[in-house]
C-alpha cells in the first residue's frame, strides 16, 4: 500500500468510468446513492491471489478483467441487466502503486465494455491481495429474473458458447505463460482466464425466450448442472459427446478425451448453463445467436434427481466441479 | 476452510436471521432478488485479520459483529434505513468451522439487533480472513440523505455518544484482553471494539432534522472533519474542550490530555460527525436524545478550508486520523 494513499485512490477514481444515469452519488461519500429502476439482483464474488488467481502470471489488469467479469456473470445467469458494481481491494502492503492502478485498469476495462458502473468500494491494507465484486443489476422490462429452480421434465439443457477453455488456460499459465496482455498477444485460450466475457446479453435472451432455470458456469459443468437439478427437484440427463469443447482445449491437455473431461468439470469458463421448454428452443437458440453466442443442446430434464453426465463411449463421467475451491456463503453465487 | 465445505454453508445459513420483506430471491441462487423501495444507498467495508482486528484477541463472534457494524454505520452517516447486506468471507484453511460459524454468528447476532437482512454473499479460501460486508439501504420518507458536501458557514458541528473509546480499547487488548465476549464480561469500552454500535435512529433523526453534511467517524474525528471541510469547500473550527470523551479512556492511557487527544484522533468509533444549522440544534439534539444517544455541539462551520482542533489550553492539534490504514476507492467510505 503506498504511502500517499489518498492521491492514489484519486488516481484509481480518475481511471474508473463516469457513473452511469442511476447513480445520484457517485464518489467520494459515505456510500452510493442508486435510484431503483426494478427488482434488483446483488450479488459478491471474490478472487484471492494464490487461489483463483497468481498476480505474476496474470498481470494486475487481467486480475480486475476477472474479479469484474465473474461477479457480472452472476448477473448474466439471473438474465439481469448489469447497473452497478462496487469492488473491495484489500491490497497488500508491497503491491506498488503501478499493479494497484493496474488492477483498476482492468476493471475500467471491463466496465466500460460491459456498459456497468463502478460506483463505490473499499480499499485496505492486506498481507494478500483480495479483490471482491459486489453487483447489482435490474429486471429488464418484458422479462424476469430466471433462478436456479424452475427446470421441468422434457426441458432441454443447454450450454452457451464453448467448455474447458478457462481450466486449459490455467494449465497454460502453470506451463510458463506470464503476464499475457492477451489484447497484445491475441492468445485465445488465455483470454478465458486473462479477459473473460460475462454472457449479459446471452442471460437477457434466454430469460425473454422463457428459459426456466439457469445458473453460469463457474464451479464446472458436473457441479453447477448439480445445483439446478438439486434447486429444481429433478435430474439432468447430459450427453457429453455433444458439449461444445472449445477450440485448443485438446492441444493443450493432449487428447480429445482429456479434453471433454476437462469441458464437462473445469470451472471459470462464466458460459451459461440453461434449461428450456422444448416448444421455446429454437427461439431461444436464435434469440442467442442474435446476442454473439451459440446455443448448443446438451441434454435433458427428468422426473429424479441428480445429474448423469454420459460419456462418449458409454459409461458416465462423476458429476463434480474441477474447481472446489469456491463456495457461496447464501445469495450470490 | 473444511473440506465439507457445502454442508458447512448450510451451518451458516442456519444460523443467519430470515430474510426481510423485500428479498424476493433470498439464497442459494447467483444473484439475490431485492425490490426496491426507495433511493438506494450501497457501501463497501471489509476489515482484514492483523490489520482491522486480532482474530486472537476479538474472537470470531466480534469479527462478525465488528464487520457489519462498521458497513452499517456508513449507513446510518447518509441517513439511510437499513435494508440488505452481502457478505464476503476470505477464509484460510486452517480456520475452525467453530471459528467460521463464531463469525456467522457474530453477523447474525449484529443483523437481528440492527434489524438488517442478510441477503447474500461469497466465501473463498485466502491465506488471511477477510470479511467484507456490502450494505444497502434506503431512503426513508419524509427526507433525503444526507452526503458529505453540504456544510454551511454558520452551521454547529456536533458529533453523537462519545469518542476515543474505541481506540482506547485497541490498546487495552494490546495489553493483554483476550476473547472478550462482552455480553459476559460487560466491559464497556472494549464493547467500542468487539460490539460496535452503528448510529442508524440517530443518523435518520438528524437527516429529518435538517443536518446539512454528516459522516460517521471511522478514520478519526481530525480526519473525517477534514472530509466534510473539503467536501463542503468551508472550515470547521472545532473545540477539543467540548468533546465528550468516552469515560474510561483517560485511566486505559493514563491521563486527560491523551484520553483527549485520542479522542480527537481515534478511529472507528462510529459516532456520527454532523453539521446542523443553529436553528435546528435544538430539534436535531432532541431527536438524538429520543434515539437513545446523546448529540454534543463542538463546534462551527465558517468560510476557509481545513479543520482547527483547537486545544483546551491554546494552541491547535494537527488535524489527521489516528488510524491511516483504511482508505475509499470511492463512493463507500
Same mark, same amino acid.
Given at each position: 500500500?503506498?504511502?500517499?494513499?489518498?492521491? =492514489?485512490?484519486?488516481?484509481?477514481?480518475?481511471?474508473?468510468?463516469?457513473?452511469?444515469?442511476?447513480?445520484?452519488?457517485?464518489?467520494?461519500?459515505?456510500?452510493?446513492?442508486?435510484?431503483?429502476? $426494478?427488482?434488483?439482483?446483488?450479488?459478491?464474488?471474490?478472487?484471492?491471489?494464490?487461489?483463483?488467481?497468481? =498476480?505474476?502470471?496474470?498481470?494486475?489488469?487481467?486480475?480486475?478483467?476477472?474479479?469484474?467479469?465473474?461477479?457480472?456473470?452472476?448477473?448474466?445467469?439471473?438474465?439481469?441487466?448489469?447497473?452497478?458494481?462496487?469492488?473491495?481491494?484489500?491490497?497488500?502492503?508491497?503491491?506498488?502503486?503501478?499493479?494497484? =492502478?493496474?488492477? *483498476?485498469?482492468?476493471?475500467?476495462?471491463?466496465?466500460?465494455?460491459?456498459?456497468?458502473?463502478?460506483?463505490?468500494?473499499?480499499?485496505?491494507?492486506?498481507?494478500?491481495?483480495?479483490?471482491?465484486?459486489?453487483?447489482?443489476?435490474?429486471?429488464? /422490462?418484458?422479462?424476469?429474473?430466471?433462478?436456479?429452480?424452475?427446470?421441468?421434465?422434457?426441458?432441454?439443457?443447454?450450454?452457451?458458447?464453448?467448455?474447458?477453455?478457462?481450466?486449459? #488456460?490455467?494449465?497454460?499459465?502453470?506451463?510458463?505463460?506470464?503476464?499475457?496482455?492477451?489484447?497484445?498477444?491475441?492468445?485465445?485460450?488465455?483470454?478465458?482466464?486473462?479477459?473473460?466475457?460475462?454472457?449479459?446479453?446471452?442471460?437477457?435472451?434466454?430469460?425473454?425466450?422463457? #428459459?426456466?432455470?439457469?445458473?453460469?458456469?463457474?464451479?464446472?459443468?458436473?457441479?453447477?448442472?448439480?445445483?439446478?437439478?438439486?434447486?429444481?427437484?429433478?435430474? =439432468?440427463?447430459?450427453?457429453? *459427446?455433444?458439449?461444445?469443447?472449445?477450440?485448443?482445449?485438446?492441444?493443450?491437455? /493432449?487428447?480429445?478425451?482429456?479434453?471433454?473431461?476437462? $469441458? #464437462?468439470?473445469?470451472?471459470?469458463?462464466?458460459?451459461?448453463?440453461?434449461?428450456?421448454?422444448?416448444?421455446?428452443?429454437?427461439?431461444? #437458440?436464435?434469440?442467442?445467436?442474435?446476442?454473439?453466442?451459440?446455443?448448443?443442446?446438451?441434454?435433458?430434464?427428468?422426473?429424479?434427481?441428480?445429474?448423469?453426465?454420459?460419456?462418449?463411449?458409454? /459409461?458416465?463421467?462423476?458429476?463434480?466441479?474441477?474447481?472446489?475451491?469456491?463456495?457461496?456463503?447464501?445469495?450470490?453465487?
Amino acid at each position: 500500500m503506498p504511502s500517499s494513499e489518498f492521491d =492514489l485512490i484519486a488516481a484509481i477514481n480518475e481511471r474508473l468510468p463516469a457513473p452511469g444515469p442511476r447513480v445520484r452519488v457517485p464518489s467520494g461519500d459515505d456510500a452510493a446513492v442508486v435510484e431503483p429502476r $426494478a427488482a434488483s439482483a446483488v450479488t459478491v464474488d471474490a478472487i484471492v491471489d494464490g487461489v483463483h488467481f497468481m =498476480l505474476d502470471s496474470y498481470g494486475p489488469r487481467a486480475v480486475g478483467r476477472k474479479a469484474l467479469a465473474a461477479s457480472l456473470s452472476d448477473l448474466a445467469a439471473m438474465g439481469a441487466s448489469q447497473g452497478e458494481a462496487y469492488v473491495m481491494v484489500a491490497a497488500p502492503e508491497d503491491l506498488s502503486d503501478e499493479d494497484l =492502478l493496474g488492477i *483498476a485498469d482492468g476493471l475500467a476495462e471491463t466496465a466500460i465494455r460491459e456498459e456497468v458502473t463502478i460506483a463505490g468500494g473499499d480499499l485496505v491494507r492486506s498481507p494478500v491481495l483480495v479483490v471482491s465484486v459486489t453487483a447489482v443489476g435490474y429486471e429488464p /422490462g418484458g422479462s424476469r429474473f430466471v433462478t436456479r429452480p424452475g427446470a421441468r421434465p422434457r426441458d432441454l439443457v443447454a450450454v452457451t458458447g464453448e467448455l474447458g477453455g478457462a481450466a486449459a #488456460a490455467v494449465r497454460l499459465m502453470e506451463m510458463g505463460e506470464r503476464r499475457g496482455e492477451p489484447a497484445d498477444r491475441g492468445q485465445g485460450i488465455l483470454n478465458r482466464q486473462l479477459d473473460p466475457r460475462p454472457r449479459l446479453r446471452e442471460g437477457r435472451a434466454l430469460a425473454k425466450s422463457g #428459459a426456466t432455470a439457469m445458473i453460469d458456469i463457474s464451479d464446472g459443468l458436473g457441479a453447477d448442472a448439480t445445483h439446478l437439478a438439486d434447486a429444481g427437484e429433478c435430474h =439432468l440427463e447430459i450427453d457429453l *459427446a455433444r458439449l461444445p469443447v472449445a477450440p485448443g482445449v485438446a492441444e493443450v491437455v /493432449g487428447g480429445d478425451d482429456d479434453a471433454l473431461e476437462l $469441458a #464437462a468439470s473445469g470451472g471459470e469458463d462464466f458460459e451459461l448453463l440453461v434449461t428450456v421448454p422444448r416448444e421455446h428452443f429454437a427461439a431461444a #437458440a436464435q434469440a442467442v445467436a442474435d446476442s454473439g453466442s451459440e446455443l448448443t443442446e446438451i441434454g435433458y430434464v427428468t422426473e429424479g434427481h441428480g445429474v448423469t453426465l454420459r460419456l462418449p463411449g458409454g /459409461g458416465e463421467l462423476e458429476a463434480r466441479g474441477f474447481d472446489q475451491r469456491r463456495g457461496s456463503l447464501s445469495g450470490s453465487g
